[in-house]
């Protein structure tokens, strides 16, 4: 790894620090407020605190790596040696991400048949793409790089095309007090992982050097936040509109 400038190791620095207290901080939220949904929206709920408590872990062993990778005395900074560990990222989305996709499609609250088919299908492609990228992320030239993207990108494109297809008939069925909220919570998932991609190519660009770790690594961690966090709290306020729709359902037929 290229050394970096020491505004470029307090940039990441702290990025890392502050995601790893983001993510313990998402996960208290999720789980504490579980109890404000009903039962049937609580699981997702907990999914979601699961993926960021998993994040808070991998964060922390990533920010730990960094350290030790470097040493920032004098202005200076020095390589000390010891590689940093890139790996904890991908250990970290092979987990996370099916994870996510399964919390959006549980708090659809589909059939049965309909939530285990779509968990299945999206949680698999979505662990296929995680799997087929890392050989790129290694990779030390870009050709190989290029070729793991791409073929990281069919099933990327396969979970596209189920977001906005395979899940567009049954956003109609949700309350309509949830159904912006659904539609926000699936462009949220596909415009954060469509930023995974870009940043993943900032190896092609003409930057070189530290810049490209710094990049590298301040975009990976801001769509983690997004991605995590972000459609953490989404799920999360699904679930409540529709615990109050369903609340009130009844009463509202009665009268």
Same mark, same amino acid.
């Given at each position: 790894?290229?050394?970096?400038?020491?505004?470029?190791?307090?940039?990441?620095?702290?990025?890392?620090?502050?995601?790893?207290?983001?993510?313990?901080?998402? #996960?208290?939220?999720? *789980?504490?407020?579980? !109890?404000?949904?009903?039962?049937? =929206?609580?699981?997702?709920?907990?999914? @979601? $605190? %699961?993926?960021?408590?998993?994040?808070?872990?991998?964060?922390?062993?990533?920010?730990?790596?960094?350290?030790?990778?470097?040493?920032?005395?004098?202005?200076?900074?020095?390589?000390?040696?010891?590689?940093?560990?890139?790996?904890?990222?991908?250990?970290?989305?092979?987990?996370?991400?099916?994870?996510?996709?399964?919390?959006?499609?549980?708090?659809?609250?589909?059939?049965?048949?309909?939530?285990?088919?779509?968990?299945?299908?999206?949680?698999?492609?979505?662990?296929?793409?995680?799997?087929?990228?890392?050989?790129?992320?290694?990779?030390?030239?870009?050709? #190989?790089?290029?070729? *793991?993207?791409?073929? !990281?990108?069919?099933?990327?494109? =396969?979970?596209?095309?189920?977001?906005? @297809? $395979? %899940?567009?008939?049954?956003?109609?069925?949700?309350?309509?007090?949830?159904?912006?909220?659904?539609?926000?919570?699936?462009?949220?998932?596909?415009?954060?992982?469509?930023?995974?991609?870009?940043?993943?190519?900032?190896?092609?660009?003409?930057?070189?050097?530290?810049?490209?770790?710094?990049?590298?690594?301040?975009?990976?961690?801001?769509?983690?936040?997004?991605?995590?966090?972000?459609?953490?709290?989404?799920?999360?306020?699904?679930?409540?509109?529709?615990?109050?729709?369903?609340?009130?359902?009844?009463?509202?037929?009665?009268?």
């Amino acid at each position: 790894m290229d050394i970096v400038t020491p505004f470029q190791f307090a940039l990441v620095y702290n990025a890392f620090s502050f995601t790893f207290a983001a993510m313990g901080a998402a #996960t208290l939220f999720f *789980w504490l407020s579980r !109890s404000q949904v009903a039962p049937a =929206y609580r699981t997702a709920v907990v999914i @979601s $605190g %699961l993926v960021t408590g998993i994040a808070t872990y991998h964060y922390f062993r990533i920010f730990e790596s960094w350290g030790a990778a470097f040493t920032l005395k004098d202005g200076i900074v020095t390589a000390t040696g010891f590689a940093f560990n890139d790996a904890y990222r991908y250990v970290d989305w092979l987990l996370t991400v099916p994870l996510l996709l399964v919390e959006l499609v549980l708090v659809m609250r589909l059939s049965r048949a309909e939530t285990t088919t779509k968990t299945l299908r999206l949680g698999s492609a979505a662990a296929l793409m995680i799997i087929l990228g890392y050989p790129g992320e290694i990779a030390g030239d870009i050709p #190989t790089r290029v070729l *793991w993207g791409t073929l !990281s990108a069919i099933p990327f494109l =396969y979970i596209v095309w189920e977001l906005f @297809s $395979g %899940l567009g008939k049954s956003i109609e069925a949700q309350p309509a007090t949830t159904q912006n909220l659904v539609r926000k919570a699936r462009l949220l998932t596909f415009a954060s992982w469509g930023f995974y991609p870009i940043v993943y190519m900032v190896p092609y660009t003409e930057l070189s050097g530290g810049t490209v770790t710094t990049a590298i690594q301040i975009g990976y961690t801001i769509a983690d936040i997004v991605s995590k966090v972000g459609l953490g709290i989404l799920v999360f306020l699904i679930s409540v509109r529709k615990s109050e729709a369903e609340a009130v359902g009844p009463e509202a037929r009665a009268a």
